[in-house]
């Protein structure tokens, strides 16, 4: 297990994890529904840009690019290239052209195979410095404070800088026309070094420069045709750092990572690209520049509630010397909606659960509320509070808890409340058990916590696209030469006796060729139950339609049910698409259609415990004949998915349950995103997981790791996850007499234990 720092508070112990959610989201309103106006700063999208199907000539704006007789260059011009630093050769050739690089929550896909900047110097490949202008100084005017975000795409970086050059204050005025003057001010925050994996912050004032501290970067970015999200968040201000003071202050991020902290003299100027190279040619896109600046404007209190997040419950601790108890620890984003309040109080609320009826607030009756309400004077931007409940009466009972926080504003009281939560003893106690490391200091903790817990049952699950037989049931592989689909399943077999996982779900597998090979192994027939989709059409020219099957191990798992519904509009309907595919599939021509999808169950008891959960395997849309609309027929297949298992229509929906497979989506992607929206996928929660850069797919290939696209999901409210596991071992196949890869996917591994109510 993994250890973690822990601390002992008198008789409690602190978990600092957040508690999973499992209902509605937070509820806000007035106590007496009246509207309250209030000043309010919101953040508005002042400036957007991102280069679709544009080239240099349509892109360039502002003054004439001309050069002056004083040799110097307009610096308002978008996208022209014309401002070269002393001692660089111009660049022989600058184009700019683009697809869209599609922004996916706050990452970019890597779907596009073209530049927005292609910067080229055939002749000398001392490449050049520059800037160019990306967001002109008419937009900067005034601001307090903004956001500029933005997508770096580079193809084989070696070396240099590419980022922003910020507060730019070099400028010489000339008949109301702004010239560069050169490269003494202005403050750089962005991408340097091989392959971007190293960032950098410095600030150049009257030609001197300061470097800035920068972060490592947890991200790790592939070799070439780099994909990364970036923004900066700039604060006027007075501030003062190593002695030097500043005017502005400077946040840098990484993909949501903050990786720099750095200062600035203000200048409202322009905001360029600035590139530095000295080794190679780049093709590079910046791309999806957005500029946000938080700007006042007058709204009711109850919309800025709706529309606010501001509180969460951020962990819990668990008494477990001298009586149980609780103890909830919350933290509340300081707001427009505190900035007008003449009182801010936070504290916990709890009802028993078999009392609770789908709602709870400070008004329901029976509820217990935290010994300690907190008015708030804390002037930080986060404010920390501990909310206690020291009732020994609570030890063995279950509950469904959420914060508040009340606001008193212009007479009038308001509250906001996080979503509601399982909370108990037990429930932290179990916590603390999975991640702390059992040693002489924490024996006596871990004792302690073990009796709060009481049996915890953990099961190992797995799930394996296991590759229907190609033509001839042969394929052809880089790695082994010619296999066929005995061979793989003689390894497939293998890694399941070895590995013994307690549950697996496979995908796309043919269920008249490859499902027989699994039965008739006696020792799997032995260990593990085995259910299936029942219906293929693989080999009998139908619809191209795979099968599912899902093990399990008859000594430990009762069946209790299981079926199978198909991820379309008619999920009863064998066979059934959604309208977009069917249309696809119906046009002049089309060889690579999509397959009908479906979601294969089963809900398992387990024998000592006597806990139930439902397993879900499925395989989502892929075609790769039509990239927008595998994505919106996959992203229909998610959402399916997710309101089959909420609306009961599978099983019993307060049950715990896993979702795993082959689901044609990284991570980030809509179709994942949605997914989401119940669950967890455990290779961000375990303690344990696979390397970030250790992809699913390796297409027999030697030292090749694909996209990462097989995933285990858990309901968020059910789980402790304890390992992840990417399985890249080969398998004994008999006829071959050596060990191969049993699929073009790896198998992935999960260790999960069940959490108490």
């Excluded at 780099?226 to 501030?239: E, L, R």
């Excluded at 059992?438 to 009796?451: H, L, P, Q, R, Y």
């Excluded at 082994?480 to 796309?508: C, F, W």
Aim: net charge negative; with cysteine; hydrophobic share 35%.
């Amino acid at each position: 297990m993994k250890k973690i720092s822990f601390r002992l508070l008198s008789c409690l112990l602190t978990v600092f994890t957040l508690l999973p959610v499992f209902s509605a989201a937070a509820q806000s309103a007035s106590a007496n529904g009246d509207e309250v106006m209030i000043d309010v700063y919101q953040e508005h999208e002042i400036f957007y840009e991102d280069h679709v199907g544009e080239n240099l000539a349509s892109l360039t704006a502002g003054n004439d690019t001309v050069h002056t007789s004083n040799g110097k260059t307009p610096i308002n011009n978008l996208y022209d290239l014309k401002i070269v630093g002393s001692g660089y050769t111009p660049f022989t050739t600058f184009e700019t052209s683009s697809k869209n690089l599609k922004l996916l929550g706050n990452h970019a896909s890597e779907n596009t195979s073209k530049n927005v900047f292609t910067l080229d110097n055939i002749d000398d490949r001392t490449a050049g410095k520059g800037m160019v202008t990306v967001i002109p100084e008419s937009y900067m005017k005034d601001l307090e404070e903004f956001t500029i975000s933005w997508i770096n795409r580079v193809h084989k970086p070696k070396s240099g800088y590419i980022g922003l050059a910020l507060f730019y204050d070099n400028m010489e005025t000339v008949d109301g026309v702004d010239y560069f003057n050169g490269y003494d001010n202005y403050t750089y925050t962005g991408f340097t070094g091989n392959m971007m994996n190293s960032y950098a912050a410095y600030s150049i004032y009257d030609g001197k420069k300061v470097s800035f501290a920068t972060e490592s970067m947890n991200t790790t970015h592939p070799e070439q045709n780099t994909s990364i999200y970036a923004s900066v968040t700039c604060i006027k201000g007075d501030y003062e750092y190593n002695g030097v003071k500043y005017t502005a202050k400077i946040l840098s991020y990484v993909d949501d990572q903050l990786v720099s902290t750095s200062y600035a003299q203000w200048a409202d100027a322009p905001v360029m690209f600035l590139y530095e190279n000295d080794s190679n040619r780049w093709c590079v896109q910046f791309t999806n520049v957005k500029l946000k600046a938080k700007l006042p404007e007058k709204i009711s209190v109850n919309t800025m509630l709706e529309s606010s997040d501001p509180l969460v419950i951020s962990g819990t601790s668990v008494r477990y010397e001298g009586g149980a108890g609780l103890r909830f620890y919350t933290e509340l984003n300081k707001d427009s909606l505190y900035d007008n309040a003449t009182a801010v109080e936070t504290g916990v609320i709890m009802i028993e659960s078999d009392q609770y009826k789908g709602e709870l607030n400070v008004d329901t009756e029976g509820i217990l509320k935290s010994e300690n309400p907190c008015e708030l004077q804390n002037t930080d931007l986060i404010i920390e509070t501990t909310h206690d409940f020291l009732d020994p009466s609570i030890a063995g009972k279950s509950f469904i808890a959420r914060a508040y926080v009340k606001y008193d504003i212009q007479g009038k009281t308001f509250y906001d409340y996080t979503a509601v939560e399982k909370a108990s003893c037990a429930r932290t106690a179990a916590k603390v058990v999975n991640k702390i490391e059992n040693s002489a200091e924490t024996a006596v903790m871990i004792d302690a916590c073990s009796k709060l817990a009481g049996p915890l049952t953990a099961i190992d699950m797995m799930t394996l696209n296991i590759l229907v037989p190609g033509t001839g049931s042969e394929k052809d592989t880089e790695r082994y030469g010619t296999l066929n689909y005995e061979q793989r399943m003689e390894s497939a077999i293998h890694m399941i006796k070895e590995l013994s996982p307690d549950v697996l779900g496979v995908q796309e597998l043919s269920t008249g060729l490859q499902l027989p090979l699994l039965r008739a192994d006696a020792d799997l027939s032995e260990r593990y139950g085995i259910v299936d989709s029942a219906d293929d059409t693989l080999q009998s020219g139908g619809s191209g339609e795979e099968g599912l099957c899902i093990l399990y191990k008859k000594d430990r798992f009762e069946l209790i049910s299981t079926g199978v519904k198909y991820l379309s509009d008619t999920p009863d309907v064998k066979h059934s698409l959604f309208a977009e595919a069917a249309a696809y599939n119906a046009g002049e021509g089309v060889t690579a259609k999509f397959y009908p999808r479906k979601v294969l169950y089963a809900v398992l008891r387990e024998k000592h415990t006597q806990q139930e959960f439902a397993f879900c395997v499925t395989h989502l849309a892929y075609t790769a004949s039509d990239t927008d609309l595998d994505q919106t027929v996959r992203n229909k297949q998610a959402a399916k998915l997710i309101e089959l298992i909420e609306s009961g229509a599978l099983f019993d929906a307060s049950i715990p349950y896993a979702i795993v497979g082959d689901m044609n989506a990284k991570p980030n992607t809509e179709a994942y995103n949605l997914l989401l929206k119940t669950t967890e996928d455990i290779r961000y929660v375990a303690d344990q997981a696979a390397s970030a850069t250790q992809g699913t797919i390796h297409n027999f290939k030697a030292n090749y790791s694909g996209s990462s696209i097989d995933h285990i999901f858990i309901s968020q409210a059910d789980f402790y996850a304890n390992l992840h596991e990417i399985v890249t071992k080969e398998y004994f196949s008999a006829s071959l007499g050596k060990k191969i890869l049993p699929s073009d996917h790896y198998a992935v591994m999960g260790r999960v234990t069940f959490l108490p109510d």
